[in-house]
């Protein structure tokens, strides 16, 4: 049963577009949302994150949009740079169950190219 | 500031040898560890999370076993590796309390053959 849903595996954007990573997920009790980047052999770093409370967080070229009703969040990126350039994770906190405060649930990633 | 260490960076081992990860975190007291497996083409797994020492809950039934002998140190064992725990393993760790913000390691690319 996978949760939190990234059904773009990769997105190709030019550079100084917008890049935008869409993530869906199914379970009304997840309280924190965030987003992690990735590159190759290196552990993801965390980006920006949001509370089910808040529709927008924005934060230099990053900004996430949670849409409760729809269960859907994005995150936009610009403008998108060649660096930027790695895996985009989508992780949810909570979920109800036991210890949910301390586990995050995470996508399968979406890996964005920034073409220069 | 915190710093969170995993070695070895990669490791190649024989199916059915024995297993030790090592993470420790630094520059913080009391942490919140997590060790998660990122398995080709897959997400991020979830599986085992600590909120003390001897403290550890296991997410999903497996080959492998934790360890949190010290505060700041994680580890992750095996007695008999099988081809599937090939994988990317990472260790993370958070405040203690209600957080959600997670700090990864660096991981350890291990290849089982």
């Known amino acids: 049963d996978q949760q939190v849903k990234q059904n773009s595996p990769s997105l190709s954007v030019q550079e100084g577009r917008i890049s935008i990573l869409n993530c869906d997920y199914t379970?009304?009790?997840?309280?924190?949302f965030l987003w992690y980047k990735k590159y190759p052999a290196e552990g993801p770093t965390f980006l920006i994150s949001i509370s089910s409370i808040k529709d927008k967080n924005e934060d230099g070229r990053f900004t996430v949009f949670l849409n409760k009703s729809a269960k859907h969040l994005s995150l936009h990126i610009v403008p998108s740079q060649p660096g930027d350039s790695a895996v985009y994770f989508c992780?949810?906190?909570?979920?109800?169950?036991?210890?949910?405060?301390?586990?995050?649930?995470f996508g399968k990633g979406t890996l964005l190219t920034v073409n220069p | 500031s915190q710093t969170i260490h995993q070695w070895p960076a990669t490791l190649v081992q024989p199916v059915g040898s024995p297993l030790s990860l090592e993470c420790t975190v630094e520059g913080t007291s009391n942490p919140n560890l997590y060790w998660y497996r990122q398995a080709a083409g897959r997400g991020l797994q979830l599986l085992f999370y600590s909120v003390g020492i001897g403290q550890i809950s296991s997410e999903v039934p497996q080959n492998l076993s934790a360890s949190r002998p010290q505060d700041r140190q994680f580890i992750l064992s095996s007695k008999k590796l099988l081809l599937s725990d090939s994988g990317f393993y990472l260790c993370a760790w958070s405040v203690t309390g209600d957080s959600y913000e997670q700090y990864f390691g660096p991981g350890t690319r291990l290849t089982v053959t």
């Open positions: 379970n009304s009790m997840f309280d924190y």
């Open positions: 992780a949810a906190r909570g979920g109800n169950s036991g210890g949910s405060n301390y586990k995050l649930t």
